[in-house]
């Protein structure tokens, strides 16, 4: 049983009507401006640097069959195979830091 309603039936729209409301459909000046500045500020006011490295990479344990590398900033690589390929690591390949773990490559 279907239960009847004492308010008038509402029917839906035919089609979308896109668009009725302009002030949703256009930034204003204002909004624009604050986008704007809002990324100037987040570009910072010093560019990137290049530090160069304290000393050479090392293998930690060579005799290991997958050693460890000892990067030139003193940290010791996170992993002890290539992630990509699986092999030992190469001293030779920058690390990529990864929530400040050095994570060597071959």
Not at 17 to 23: A, K, V
């Amino acid at each position: 049983m279907i239960a009847q309603s004492s308010q008038p039936a509402i029917f839906a729209a035919g089609r979308p009507h896109l668009g009725e409301n302009e002030r949703m459909s256009r930034p204003g000046a204002a909004t624009i401006a604050w986008a704007l500045l809002t990324a100037a500020a987040g570009c910072g006011g010093r560019p990137a640097e290049l530090v160069p490295p304290v000393g050479e990479p090392a293998v930690v344990d060579a005799a290991a069959a997958f050693p460890r590398i000892r990067f030139a900033d003193g940290s010791i690589s996170a992993n002890d195979r290539c992630p990509v390929t699986k092999r030992k690591l190469s001293p030779y390949f920058p690390p990529v830091y990864v929530n400040g773990l050095p994570i060597g490559f071959c």
